[in-house]
């Protein structure tokens, strides 16, 4: 379907593309038996510019928008969902930074990550805060000059690979959410170390490891925005982040719809390619229906969300929880159409299911995406 | 150091077939890519510049058409595309293209090097790297897989061999023909295709490059094809299985069969 792209828009997809094409899928499978960070392949996107994308341009970027890093989250998905997680985990962790980091940050961070010199990753998750995020843990004191953080973060993909983290911690944890702030930790900071890296059912390329935070002292201006509204930053963060992962999802559905579809096309049985009976037709075509759906609700989103609406929340969830519903389906049944041969790890459909899983988990579970769809329901409707 | 790197655009050969009839390349609806050894030659260029500074020019030989190459070079680092492009320039063989080419190089004047892709895809022949090194009396190396030392005075180059490589130093400035093996060529940057597509394609003449008429096109071309033919199938291939001493039996009952 012609979704009216621009020509920058269109060399965005066509060069996010060819690194999927070139780079990423020759490797994909060794990358997720290796549970292997593809360092070499994010250095290839930083070449292509792929990291400037969602970075304004005076700080060296092209400035794109959300819809732009869609485009090429769907692209990397096609490839490899565990790469392009560290992709968008990197755009997730800088988004506190661009938005409500001061001038000298921005300055100090944003060029470096638009040339990929750097990465950025997200901390929020603890052992005790996942879906409740105000169950942080974390703390963060001032001491003279600067900020003394303790505690522990969980599951935080990039960790150990990037360098740069914003991370979720209690100025005043007798405040509640209202209570939490967001800093920037770099790695090699004093009293910063990482935990063992997670052995994952999928993404396996992604690195996810624990951040270990022992009186570690950063300097005072690692402040982001004021103290107090780290969640409101979080929750503007996670608002625009969330089309990115559905995107995910849509370039996972599609990379799956492509592989059942030449399956089905050169698989014979009873004297007949399956793609001429009518029971694997119908369910290439309702693949092919919800994928479509859901890639014209992550794109409206996007252009919402640049559009600079004011009410994005709803949307966002909604094109989350929709997408990766449906990667999950679309790889389940991609497998399905490959029958027992799709079930082995020789053909690329069973790892494309084990990656589908996570995009209904992170960045907020489906369940909770669903929480926040009712709640702003609930709120229009009171007027 | 400023580098001329040669590019030439090639019909993909994925495409690629004879005409049964005339024995000529079909090349209707056949989409032109970049030489991929050029990929490897232009890579190396930049990388080059990235690391020492200078400048990369992108020098091709073609139709108008071929600077769409040249604009894909501009994305993929190079700062300059150049196009030698010219009626009179039809019918070239490879000496006619190495004159041709070396003429613009001296046109376009400073270089330190010019590195070249092994062959082109579709003539195969590997001459015209060696041939402008000729003509410009520079010396030079072929077969190029890793490039291992390079300063103001001169390089340190592999030349890839049959069973190995030899280690060859010669001085600047210097002609290379590379092989795949020298690097993995990057994916064109959005800047770059932005920067690209704006460009402007010098175009350079006959004229403009002092081209002697005698020297250029068909009648520059000592090579005369005298007729083209697909060759006939060669009879039957055997091909043996089992342990490597099963096969050598297998092998040399066969070969008593015809003494």
Redesign the interface.
């Known amino acids: 379907m012609d979704y009216f792209l621009t020509e920058e828009q269109q060399m965005i997809v066509d060069t996010a593309r060819e690194i999927a094409r070139e780079k990423i899928i020759p490797v994909r499978a060794e990358l997720d038996e290796r549970n292997e960070f593809p360092t070499s392949i994010l250095k290839d996107m930083a070449k292509a510019d792929l990291f400037g994308v969602f970075v304004p341009e005076e700080f060296g970027g092209l400035g794109g928008g959300c819809f732009e890093i869609v485009l090429v989250l769907e692209e990397l998905a096609r490839g490899c969902v565990g790469v392009a997680t560290s992709f968008a985990a990197n755009a997730l962790g800088i988004f506190p930074v661009m938005i409500a980091g001061s001038q000298e940050q921005k300055e100090h961070y944003l060029p470096d990550i638009a040339s990929g010199r750097r990465w950025a990753a997200f901390g929020l998750t603890e052992a005790s805060a996942g879906s409740d995020a105000s169950g942080v843990r974390t703390t963060a004191v001032l001491d003279g000059d600067e900020w003394v953080l303790n505690g522990t973060k969980q599951w935080i993909t990039n960790g150990g690979e990037a360098q740069i983290y914003s991370i979720v911690a209690m100025t005043d944890p007798s405040k509640g959410p209202r209570g939490a702030s967001i800093f920037i930790v770099e790695d090699g900071d004093p009293g910063f170390s990482y935990g063992k890296k997670e052995d994952k059912m999928g993404i396996r390329a992604s690195a996810t490891r624990e951040l270990i935070m022992k009186d570690c002292r950063i300097p005072k201006d690692r402040l982001v925005g004021r103290k107090g509204t780290g969640f409101i930053t979080v929750m503007k963060t996670l608002d625009i982040s969330r089309p990115g992962i559905a995107s995910l999802g849509v370039g996972l559905g599609q990379a799956a719809l492509d592989e059942a579809v030449v399956y089905a096309k050169q698989r014979v049985q009873f004297g007949k390619p399956i793609i001429s009976f009518q029971a694997v037709q119908h369910m290439l075509a309702d693949m092919a229906i919800q994928l479509e759906a859901a890639r014209a609700l992550v794109y409206a989103t996007a252009r919402h969300i640049d559009g600079n609406a004011k009410e994005v929340s709803k949307v966002s969830s909604m094109c989350k929880v929709f997408a990766s519903d449906m990667a999950m389906k679309v790889t389940t049944d991609a497998v399905q159409v490959l029958g027992g041969y799709g079930y082995m790890r020789e053909y690329p459909v069973e790892k494309m299911m084990r990656d589908a899983k996570i995009l209904q988990i992170y960045e907020g579970t489906n369940q909770i995406q669903r929480n926040v769809i009712g709640q702003e329901l609930n709120k229009e409707y009171a007027a | 150091m400023d580098i001329i790197v040669c590019i030439k655009q090639v019909p993909d050969t994925k495409d690629v077939r004879l005409d049964p009839e005339t024995n000529t390349l079909a090349r209707e609806g056949v989409e032109s890519i970049m030489n991929p050894f050029d990929r490897h030659a232009l890579e190396e260029a930049v990388r080059i510049k990235e690391e020492l500074g200078g400048t990369v020019i992108a020098l091709s030989m073609g139709p108008p058409q071929a600077e769409a190459v040249l604009r894909e070079a501009i994305s993929c680092g190079a700062d300059e595309g150049v196009l030698v492009s010219d009626r009179a320039f039809a019918g070239a063989d490879t000496w006619a293209t190495s004159y041709t080419l070396a003429r613009a190089v001296v046109t376009l004047g400073n270089f330190d090097l010019i590195l070249c892709g092994k062959q082109a895809i579709d003539g195969d022949t590997a001459q015209v790297g060696p041939g402008m090194a000729s003509q410009l009396k520079l010396p030079y190396v072929t077969c190029v897989q890793k490039l291992r030392t390079m300063d103001e005075t001169g390089l340190v180059v592999e030349r890839m061999m049959d069973d190995g490589y030899d280690v060859v130093r010669l001085p600047l400035p210097a002609l290379l023909t590379v092989v795949k093996d020298i690097n993995e060529p990057?994916?064109?940057?959005?800047?770059?295709?932005?920067r690209a597509k704006k460009a402007e394609i010098r175009i350079l003449h006959a004229a403009d490059i002092g081209a002697e008429e005698q020297c250029i096109g068909l009648a520059g071309s000592p090579t005369k094809v005298v007729s083209v033919f697909t060759p006939k199938p060669r009879g039957n291939r055997t091909v043996f299985s089992g342990t490597p001493a099963e096969q050598v039996e297998q092998l040399f009952a066969q070969l008593r069969d015809i003494l």
Request: hydrophobic content about 35%; overall charge positive.
């Open positions: 990057r994916v064109p940057s959005l800047k770059g295709k932005m």
